[in-house]
């Protein structure tokens, strides 16, 4: 069965902190995904990965970096946290586009990140 | 730019009162158009993927179709379990490395007893 794990449920930082969250898939696919949910914004594209070592920015990277040093985590970092990256942050992750058929993105349970 | 629009933002239906949820996208060469369900303070989980104008899915109570300009999720029948936010994202041709999404805000389905 799919599985993505995201290391916290709930998360409570102060402003200007450095900030890691994990995501760790076990179905052995290329591609990872971090993005935000907002309400009336819909899900947004952070930053990708489709390979180890390989990352690209998505729709809005400002205040973010990411890290996939093996190909099973994909971690995203904030490096000094503010108030509005106050948000639900949601990890997915794909097969490859063309390879074995439909490029289904699977979403981990997702972290809900408050910055105080 | 991928655009997804759905309608409505919100929907509260009867038991057993059938209903439609829609889905407007303009994408440069469509990859596929994705169906996920959201339940509150939880990730998205995958529905159902549509590739070509005319393909129909099904599970349950739901049948998700495509046409070239929008896609349709029918609930029939539905039970109040079937409440959550359903979301609408397509791939589209021209996104770059790996299979980026563009998502739309969602319908927030309420079904009542």
């Known amino acids: 069965d799919v599985k993505v794990t995201q290391s916290s449920r709930y998360l409570v930082k102060r402003t200007g902190e450095k900030v890691f969250l994990e995501c760790v898939q076990d179905m052995d696919h290329e591609n990872m995904f971090w993005y935000r949910q907002d309400p009336g914004l819909g899900l947004r594209l952070i930053y990708f990965s489709y390979d180890v070592k390989m990352k690209e920015k998505g729709d809005i990277p400002e205040g973010y970096s990411v890290s996939r040093e093996k190909k099973e985590r994909f971690s995203l970092i904030l490096e000094s946290a503010s108030t509005n990256q106050t948000s639900m942050y949601l990890c997915?992750?794909?097969?490859?586009?063309?390879?074995?058929?439909?490029?289904?993105?699977?979403f981990g349970p997702g972290t809900r990140l408050t910055v105080l | 730019e991928d655009q997804v629009t759905q309608s409505p933002e919100a929907l509260r239906l009867q038991e057993g009162e059938s209903s439609s949820l829609n889905c407007s996208y303009t994408?440069?060469?469509?990859?596929?158009l994705f169906w996920y369900r959201q339940d509150p303070g939880k990730g998205p989980e995958f529905l159902f993927t549509?590739?070509?104008a005319g393909e129909e899915k099904e599970k349950e109570r739901l049948k998700a179709t495509l046409t070239k300009k929008e896609s349709f999720l029918h609930i029939t029948a539905p039970k109040p379990e079937d409440s959550a936010t359903y979301l609408c994202a397509v791939q589209g041709g021209l996104t770059g490395g790996g299979n980026k999404l563009t998502f739309g805000t969602g319908t927030q389905l309420k079904v009542e007893l």
């Open positions: 549509l590739y070509s």
């Open positions: 994408v440069s060469g469509l990859r596929g």
């Open positions: 997915a992750s794909s097969t490859p586009t063309g390879k074995r058929g439909p490029p289904t993105q699977f």
